[in-house]
């Protein structure tokens, strides 16, 4: 169980590789990212089973460096159909998920 930092910007997870691997998470291929410097960086990554809110969803997680913030992106969000509000800043549960 840990923290993860909720950020819009992001369309996977992340978490420190050390971590992932304790937690029985394993690397199932390698995907080219974009930092927000622009550079571009290659990672591996795999799947998590994260529970977030009362609902459960398997989403893609990056492998990320030992002392990287774990990162919740957006895909694991609106998985289980949660937004972030943009004028509170507050994450809002949807009374139904899009399918439009």
């Given amino acids: 169980e840990t923290e993860f930092l909720v950020d819009t910007g992001a369309i996977d997870c992340m978490a420190p590789r050390d971590r992932l691997l304790s937690a029985g998470i394993r690397p199932e291929r390698k995907s080219v990212y974009e930092l927000a410097n622009g550079q571009t960086v290659e990672y591996e990554c795999g799947f998590a089973r994260i529970f977030f809110m009362g609902e459960e969803t398997v989403t893609p997680v990056i492998f990320g460096p030992p ?34």
């Fill in 67 to 100: 002392d990287i913030e774990p990162i919740l992106g957006v895909l694991a969000l609106e998985s289980v159909g949660v937004i972030v509000d943009p004028v509170t800043k507050t994450l809002k549960r949807l009374h139904a998920k899009p399918l439009k």
